[in-house]
C-alpha cells in the first residue's frame, strides 16, 4: 500500500494526508449531475401547426439561462481541478470544506430555474428577485472555497511539493473578489436595473473563467518561472 494510501501524518501536527482519488472521483460525479440537471428546463414548446419556430422563440429564455449556467458550472469545475492540483492529498476538514462547495453547485439548478421563470413570464420586478437570488446563490458559494485556500495555505504538508504558501495565499483574492462581487451585482440588479444585474453576473462568470487556473502575482511569479528554485 501506497504511503498516500495509508496516510501520512503533516508535519505541523496536523492531520494526516490522505489518497484524494475518492474525493475527485465523487466531486466530478456531482459536477455531471448538476450539469446534466440543467437541461431539465428546457422543454418542447406549445404550438399549433405553423408556429414552431414562433415557440421556440418564445422559449428563449430558458436556452440563455441554460447556457449561462452550464458555462458556470463548467467553469466552477474548471477552478475545482485546479484546486485539486494544489494538494496532494486531502484531509477530513478538506473533504469537508470540499462538501460545502459542492452544495453550492447542486443549488445552481434552482435559481437557474427561477432566472428562466422570470425572464419568459415575469415582470421586471419578478426579475429583480430572481437576479438577486442568483446573485446571492453565486456569492454564497464564493465563501468555501475561500475557506478552502485559506486551509491549504495554513497547512504546508496538504500542498503538492511544486506549491508553495506564496502561490496558495495570491488565490484566496479571487473567491473574495467573487464574495464582494456578486453581492454588489445583486444589489445593482434590485437597485437599479436586472439588466444591469445580470451583466454583472455573466462578468463575474468570465472572471472566474480566464483564472480558473488561479492568479500569477505579477512580477513575483514571473521572476520565480524564470530562475525555478
Known amino acids: 500500500m501506497s504511503a498516500a494510501q495509508e496516510g501520512i501524518q503533516a ?35 406549445e404550438f399549433h401547426e405553423g408556429g414552431l419556430a414562433e415557440g421556440l422563440l418564445g422559449e428563449g429564455p430558458s436556452y440563455l439561462a441554460f447556457v449561462v449556467s452550464f458555462i458556470y458550472v463548467g467553469v466552477l469545475w474548471l477552478n475545482h481541478h485546479a484546486v485539486l492540483q494544489l494538494v496532494r492529498g486531502t484531509t477530513p476538514a478538506f473533504s469537508s470544506i470540499n462538501l460545502a462547495i459542492l452544495f453550492g453547485v ?69 473567491p473574495i473578489v467573487g464574495l464582494v462581487l456578486y453581492g454588489l451585482t445583486g444589489v445593482l440588479g434590485w437597485l437599479v436595473t436586472p439588466l444591469l444585474g445580470l451583466i454583472g453576473v455573466v462578468v463575474m462568470i468570465i472572471f472566474h473563467g480566464a483564472t480558473s487556473q488561479g492568479l500569477r502575482h505579477g512580477l513575483w511569479w514571473r521572476r520565480r518561472n524564470a530562475h525555478p528554485r
Open 106 to 174: 447542486v443549488i445552481i439548478p434552482f435559481p437557474t430555474a427561477v432566472l428562466a421563470s422570470a425572464l419568459a413570464d415575469g415582470n421586471t420586478d419578478d426579475l429583480r428577485v430572481a437576479v438577486v437570488l442568483y446573485a446571492f446563490a453565486a456569492s454564497l458559494m464564493s465563501a468555501p472555497w475561500w475557506v478552502l485556500f485559506a486551509y491549504v495555505r495554513r497547512h504546508p504538508a496538504l500542498r503538492a511539493d511544486t506549491v508553495d504558501q506564496e502561490q496558495v495565499r495570491v488565490q484566496e483574492a479571487r
Open 11 to 45: 508535519g505541523d501536527g496536523g492531520p494526516a494526508v490522505t489518497d484524494a482519488g475518492r474525493l475527485a472521483a465523487f466531486s466530478d460525479g456531482v459536477f455531471a449531475i448538476v450539469i446534466t440537471l440543467l437541461v431539465l428546463d428546457l422543454r418542447v414548446p
